[in-house]
């Protein structure tokens, strides 16, 4: 059974997608730019099951930079667009607010509904502190699969992000950078406080120890506060995720965490750089299953198996 979508913008500021037979907002897409210090992108938030029940974190205590659901760069050829403090090797992190870049909303394309699903296509700048155009990124998001009988609606987002300086552009890490087990960039998730402790499943393994490994799939559940209950998010990255735009081989590694809080990002520089041409184009493709419950490996298995590339 597929419920219809509904979607409304409201200009510089965000869009929403509504499954309007409940009224529930599954998703809050912002563009509106923030604090400098924040490195100042578009974001997710709030994330919704199709219950109401929301699975996204937004600005908290320890990390005020984590919004949501959002494309992050952490070490950009000595930039940082992920924002908050930078990782220096020998020094820790340190508060160079000179690194902190910015991703820059320039328009939609594409603002559509259509067979129960919504697509949204979306121009956008990377920026170093300074200003300059680093950068060029397409992103589309669709939201489709809205299934109310299994509880799940399912979200791709692909990027397509293109070298516009004169030499190559370096996607790192901390880990890149020396600092063992950190190697988030790129696509980023932050649940929920109550969602610490959570449990993480892959095809052939279970728990944290899926750090820095490779999976086709990674899902986390976790506990609401105050309704009872679980959800369960299903994150898959694309084969083609393990080539560079210029054709080379660079899979993907995962970063996840359940403490202190919940977190996961499909990586794509965990352990080593990428480096992307002058005039070559990055291209990802990511997919998240928004599912209520507490999903286990072999139902989570036949969603994945159900919703092909």
Known sequence: MTKALELTHRHGDHLSVTATGSGVELLRYVYRAEDAWEAPKPYIHPLRTLSGQVVTGYRPNDHRWHK???MTASHLSGANLWGGNSYVHGEGYLALPERVGSMAHKG???LSVHDGGVRFAERLTWHPRGGEVWAEETRRIEVHDVDAVA???ALTWSSAV???REEPLRFGSPTTHGRPNAGYTGLFWRGPRAF???RIIAPDAE?????????PWLAYSGEHDESDGHATLVFVHSPGNDH???GGEHPAHWFVRNSPFAAVAPSFAFHDELALDPGATLTRRYRVVVADGAWDRDRIASAVDGLPW
């Open 162 to 164: 293109t070298n516009r």
């Open 151 to 153: 509880g799940s609606w």
């Open 196 to 198: 610490r402790d959570g």
């Open 207 to 215: 728990g944290p120890d899926m750090m820095g490994q490779q999976a």
């Open 108 to 110: 939609f394309d594409e």
């Open 68 to 70: 949501g659901l959002q």
């Open 244 to 246: 560079t735009g210029a």
